[in-house]
């Protein structure tokens, strides 16, 4: 992996777009292999996580949407002491898909926020 290519990637799309920040995921080596997607799946959650922790502040409203990525990161996130903060279901879950309810990612985000 080219780190200073990534660097050199997020400060352009940063510019680019006039963002604050950017968060840039490498694949890695195994790119385009089967295993590909469950991997990403697993190093954007753990970027979605460590991005949460650093920008949530006590008092903030966070509003949750439901998929595998955020079920995941959901379950594999560092907890945070915070105060005040107010986790909100954004939509329905889907019954055809039960193990990703919007619920359990919800309630699991918001404990590990208390």
């Known amino acids: 992996m080219n780190v200073f290519g990534s660097i050199d990637a997020a400060l352009q799309i940063r510019d680019k777009f006039n963002l604050q920040r950017v968060i840039i995921v490498p694949d890695g080596e195994h790119a385009g292999k089967r295993d590909d997607t469950k991997l990403m799946r697993t190093r954007l959650s ?33 907890p945070k002491s915070c105060k005040n903060v107010t986790v909100i279901q954004m939509l329905g879950s889907m019954p055809s898909q039960p193990d990703l309810t919007i619920i359990e990612s919800s309630s699991q985000i918001a404990y590990k926020l208390s």
């Open 46 to 78: 753990r970027a979605g996580g460590m991005y949460l922790n650093q920008v949530i502040e006590n008092g903030d409203v966070l509003g949750v949407a439901w998929g595998r990525t955020i079920h995941q990161m959901s379950k594999t996130m560092t």
